[in-house]
């Protein structure tokens, strides 16, 4: 006698509680499939990721306190394992351009299929990539018509919210002090933070970091 294939363990991300709801009904139809936690906000997802240990994160990206790409990128550098799905309503560029950089597997609109959905989660969950047909379309398009641009949404989308946030402090000429000040974290933190964003911007100081953050518009 075979022994039973276990299922696909499924962290759903999703901001509405109605919607949230629909998917653990379709997922509880579903043998193969087994919703292991629920999130509401990207600071949540991170927290739930770690502990639970999913096969695949299903992250919806517009979240209030933190957004799915920095989800996405926080949890893609803590647990390489766990493969990440985009699913959005919508497939703005910035989204299309920083889920991807951010090392989501793939990225579907919410307008998919059921079981289209379940075959994308497969092949995700099997090692493989998926961008649904139209956002491929459009990256293919945004790309060929201002690869600079892409360029700049990809580096922006490569900040995190709170590092964006100390980036636009470096500035406006504050110290490190004073950004850990205004922004109730310690001194340490704050240092952390300006080696993250040098490196990400490739700069040396924070006179470049600034310059590029305005010459580029990055915050």
């Given at each position: 006698m075979s022994e039973a294939i276990a299922p696909i363990h499924i962290l759903l991300v999703e901001d509405h509680a109605l919607m949230r709801r629909g998917l653990m009904g379709q997922f509880s139809l579903e043998?193969?499939?087994?919703?292991?936690g629920e999130a509401e906000n990207g600071q949540q997802a991170i927290e739930l990721a770690a502990q639970l240990q999913p096969d695949i994160v299903l992250m919806d990206i517009e979240m209030p306190i933190l957004d799915?790409?920095?989800?996405?990128?926080a949890i893609k550098s803590r647990e390489n394992d766990i493969r990440v799905l985009a699913l959005s309503a919508f497939g703005k560029d910035a989204q299309v351009v920083g889920m991807l950089a951010a090392g989501a597997d793939g990225y579907c609109l919410k307008s998919i299929e059921w079981q289209q959905l379940l075959a994308v989660l497969r092949l995700i969950q099997g090692g493989g990539t998926y961008l649904d047909p139209q956002i491929a379309h459009k990256l293919a398009s945004m790309l060929k018509a201002n690869t600079a641009m892409?360029?700049?949404?990809?580096t922006m989308s490569a900040l995190t919210a709170r590092e964006r946030e100390v980036l636009h402090l470096i500035s406006e000429g504050a110290s490190?002090?004073?950004?850990?000040?205004?922004l109730y974290l310690s001194?340490?933190?704050?240092?952390?933070?300006?080696?993250?964003?040098?490196?990400?911007?490739?700069?040396?100081?924070?006179?470049?970091a600034a310059a590029k953050a305005v010459r580029e518009g990055l915050i």
């Open positions: 043998p193969d499939f087994k919703v292991v799915g790409i920095s989800a996405t990128q892409a360029s700049q949404v990809a490190n002090q004073e950004i850990a000040d205004q001194l340490g933190t704050i240092k952390a933070y300006v080696r993250t964003i040098l490196n990400k911007l490739s700069v040396d100081d924070r006179v470049q």
